[in-house]
C-alpha cells in the first residue's frame, strides 16, 4: 500500500479556484517546488521522476522507492470513503480551526469507524 502526502483545498475555502492555481504551481516542473520540499524533510513526493533523485538512491530509502512501483492507492476498507468524507475530513478540519481537541476528534473517528463496519 502506498499513500502519497497530500494537499487539499477545504470546502471552507474564500479562495479555491486561487488555492487550486497554488497546488499546480507547486507540483510543477522536477525538481517541482513539492519535490524541494519533501527533500528538505527527509521524506518520499511520490511524484512522477523522484525516483531519478540522488536523495531516492540512497541506500536506505532505495526499498521504499522500488516499493513505490508496485504499491498502490485503495481504500483499506469498503466504507472508508464513506468515513473519509463525512467523518474524517469535517473532523480534521475542526482540529485545524480548534474546534475540537485531538482526543475528542480521535474518539469520534473510532466511533464512526466503527459504526460503519458494524464493529460499534
Known amino acids: ?24 504551481f507547486l507540483h ?7 519535490d524541494e520540499y519533501a527533500l528538505a524533510h527527509a521524506s518520499l513526493n511520490w511524484s512522477a521522476g523522484y525516483a531519478d533523485l ?3 538512491k540512497d541506500p536506505l530509502i532505495a526499498p521504499l522507492v522500488e516499493a513505490m512501483n508496485y504499491s498502490q492507492n485503495r481504500p483499506f476498507a469498503p466504507q472508508y470513503e464513506q468515513f473519509r468524507q463525512g467523518y474524517f475530513c469535517p473532523g480534521l478540519q475542526a482540529l485545524v480551526l480548534g474546534e475540537t481537541t485531538p482526543e475528542a476528534a480521535a474518539a469520534e473517528f473510532v466511533e464512526a469507524f466503527n459504526k460503519l463496519h458494524g464493529t460499534h
Not at 7 to 19: F, I, K, R, Y
Not at 28 to 34: L, N, Q
Open 54 to 56: 540522488d536523495f531516492a
Open 1 to 24: 500500500m502506498g499513500y502519497p502526502n497530500t494537499l487539499m483545498v477545504t470546502a471552507q475555502s474564500d479562495h479555491p479556484a486561487e488555492a487550486y492555481q497554488f497546488l499546480a
Open 28 to 34: 510543477e516542473g522536477f525538481p517541482s517546488w513539492a
